[in-house]
């Protein structure tokens, strides 16, 4: 629509790219009219390449890719992009200076909503790269946020579910009873609420089976794209 925003989204890996695009359609609909809904494009390298990087902690061949859907989305005609993915977060730093256009930050976003809905010690999911990396410690703490990590243990059963199931769209009852069961750990460690911070976890944790509140980051920053989108065009 020529009255919003064209939102770029730089995919990684599918499931998670395919909730973020559409959550932006669906939802666009309700604000804006019928079958209606930004201009949206789309980029993804092949997973692998990323996979490649990551299992060398190769952060600059991270952010190339990035780069490279970056340029290709802002020649497609993007004013703005958007990651659904959190691992490959932690080379934002080498991506921003270089980007052709702005980007909203996932971790920020998710930061945010925490902040506006009143949570103070937040529990972490996804990847094991994500986890011990510093994405969401370093945005929620400039909030004044605490960010709680898994035990090694639960971060690498994290890493195979998500690894060698959710990316491939298999959601099984292992998988959920797992995940439920790392979250109701966070929750005795005294979190208020879960970060789903794999764009794939939302699609078998929500609010109706988690032990504690969700703050679901695929949906969370496709809506932050939407509001971009819409109200900045106005």
């Known amino acids: 629509m020529s009255s919003t925003l064209h939102i770029g989204i730089v995919g990684c890996s599918a499931e998670g790219a395919a909730l973020c695009y559409r959550t ?43 780069l490279s859907s970056a340029q290709k989305l802002a020649a497609a005609g993007a004013q703005f992009l958007i990651c659904p993915d959190n691992t490959i977060h932690e080379a934002f730093d080498f991506v921003a200076p270089k980007s052709p256009l702005p980007w909203l930050h996932i971790a920020e976003v998710v930061a945010i909503e ?4 009143g949570y103070r010690k937040l529990g972490l999911t996804g990847t094991k790269w994500l986890v011990d990396s510093d994405v969401y410690p370093a945005k929620l703490s400039a909030l004044g946020l605490e960010c709680v990590k898994p035990p090694e243990g639960d971060r690498e059963r994290m890493d195979e579910f998500v690894l060698e199931e959710l990316v491939y769209g298999q959601f099984t009852p292992r998988s959920v009873h797992f995940f439920q069961s790392a979250i109701t750990r966070l929750k005795l460690e005294g979190c208020d609420a879960v970060i789903l911070g794999c764009t794939e976890i ?4 929500s609010d109706a089976n988690s032990p504690l509140p969700t703050l679901d980051s695929t949906r969370l920053l496709a809506r932050a794209a939407l509001h971009k989108s819409i109200s900045e065009n106005r």
């Open 24 to 66: 932006i359609c669906m939802e666009g609909a309700r604000q804006l009219g019928a079958y209606a809904h930004p201009e949206v494009s789309m980029h993804t390298h092949s997973l692998a390449d990323y996979m490649t990087c990551l299992g060398a902690h190769d952060m600059n061949g991270v952010a190339e890719l990035m």
């Open 114 to 117: 925490a902040k506006a809905r």
């Open 202 to 205: 939302p699609l078998i944790i």
